[in-house]
């Protein structure tokens, strides 16, 4: 996959598969998703990325080093400017 490039988002399925929580405990059902039509798909893999050539999802194992992507508080942001 040339020129395509991933970034981690922080959800996880390592302690039961296929279910996907966020750094917030919260879980993807409780909100947007984009996967990939064939994703997730494997048990070992453990970690999300989103794709930047299609913006979809992908599960793939935890052992990448790859840009990542997080959440702020734009409301926090506005107090301290
Ligand atoms: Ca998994
Ligand atoms: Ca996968």
């Known amino acids: 996959m040339t020129g395509v490039i ?15 929580y966020w750094l917030d405990d919260t879980t993807l059902d ?3 998703t984009n996967w990939d039509p064939a994703e997730p798909h494997d048990g070992d893999e453990d970690g999300i990325v ?6 979809q999802w992908v599960n793939i194992k935890l052992d990448g080093q790859y840009n990542f992507l997080c959440e702020h508080d734009l409301g926090r942001i506005g107090k301290l400017l």
Not at 7 to 14: Q, R, S, V
Not at 50 to 55: A, G, I, K, M, R
């Open 30 to 32: 409780d909100g947007f």
């Open 6 to 20: 991933n970034y981690w988002l922080g959800a996880k399925d390592m302690f039961q598969n296929d279910t996907f």
């Open 50 to 55: 989103l794709h930047t050539s299609d913006w």
